[in-house]
């Protein structure tokens, strides 16, 4: 059984805004770098461009989940 969200005992939303805007602005940023990479992001594992791409998605599905 849910129960209600008391306005007295919610975080401020000047708290939570940076995650909620965290997780899709990564996983855009993900999908724009994976678009725009070349091939060689295939063939080497510590290429900065995959480096990002990872390190973007995490923080993007990890943030998502987080906040469900």
Same mark, same amino acid.
């Given at each position: ?16 805004? $940076?995650?909620?805007? +965290?997780?899709?602005? /990564?996983? !855009?940023?993900?999908? =724009?770098?994976?678009?725009?990479? &070349? ?8 290429? $900065?461009?995959?480096? +990002?791409?990872?390190? /973007?998605? !995490?923080?993007?599905? =990890?943030?998502?989940?987080?906040? &469900?």
């Amino acid at each position: 059984m849910a129960m209600p969200v008391a306005p007295t005992r919610s975080p401020a939303l000047s708290l939570v805004a $940076p995650f909620f805007m +965290a997780a899709p602005l /990564a996983l !855009v940023v993900a999908g =724009l770098l994976l678009a725009t990479s &070349g091939p060689a992001i295939f063939v080497a594992i510590n290429e $900065p461009r995959t480096v +990002a791409i990872t390190h /973007a998605t !995490v923080i993007g599905w =990890l943030t998502t989940s987080i906040m &469900g």
